[in-house]
């Protein structure tokens, strides 16, 4: 559900800008309350497993589309609503910049679509009300399934919205909702499952970091490193040779455009948007999460025969990893940048 440039006007890029800045502003504040040195590793690590996770298109039995996993609804549930939103920002950044994943018009867009309605509404109002009388399998299983295909159809009905505003007439609101939100229902009964088996896989090793996280308590000095180990070794196996299964059907979103305009894609009018794509284009060194010498002679040759299944790529394969790292990095910078503004809030205030 990464929305390109050319499904939205600037007027409302720079609307979803502000708001996604806004949300990211008010998590910086609040987040300080219960970051420590044991949630900056973890905020890597989990920014690292969804980058991975997300490269994974599944099929949609009987309609010829795809879904992926936002990851949403599992970055609130490990790491609580903002410290999860800022790490979901993180990974579209690192998306959007180095594999031209979602436009950067449409970032602001992205980050709140993906980021916004999980962690701060499906989670906080329905998984911890499930929660409330205590954790068990079955409440984490019913709480991360009812929350992630509530989130993902706020999500959808989201970019059908942000298409309307911007007057994209090619998809008229009746159809493209009616498209919408059956597909991405499908998608959240996956996305659910297996954001119930990670939850439940981290409850198990460590329920404190659910409890913590749930109550908006420091991690303290509890041992998350068999956690953190066995995400991290995950995120480079499903990253460098899980990413060769992915669907080649199109995503969920694109299939939607074509059953209602004809068109996966939508043609960028002139102006920022082209100015923002050609920035793109050179910041990008694996467009389509593949070396550009092999996107460019992919799409240079339009009879070419489907490629086999599964696609064992070495640019996928480093892609997977070089995002992984590089998400990793950005998340952890983000928390240890926030947990030094705390120390030195609290230094001057002695």
Sequence with gaps: MHMADALISPVVGGIMWAATAGVAAYSIKKVQNDLDEQKIPLMGVMGAFVFAVQMINFTIPGTGSSGHLGGGMLLAILLGPCAGFLTMASILVIQALFFADGGLLALGCNIFNLGFYTCFITYPLIYKWIMRNGYSTRRIFSGAILSAIIGLQFGAFSVVLQTLFSGKTELPFGTFVMLMQPIHLAIGVAEGLVTAAVAGFVWK???????????????GSISIKKVLV?????????????????????????????????KEELEAPEGIHQTLASIQERIAFLPDYTFKTQEQETNSDDTEAEEAWPAVDAGTSAAGLAGGIMTLLLAGITGFSIHLIKKRNKASAV
Excluded: C, H, Q
Aim: net charge negative; proline share 4%; no cysteine.
């Design 205 to 219: 090793m460590r329920p404190e970091i659910i409890d913590k996280g749930v109550f908006g308590k420091a991690s």
């Design 230 to 262: 066995g995400l991290a070794v995950v995120a480079v196996i499903t990253g460098g040779i899980f990413s060769w299964f992915a669907s080649a059907n199109p995503d969920g979103l694109e299939w939607a455009m074509f059953y209602t305009s004809g």
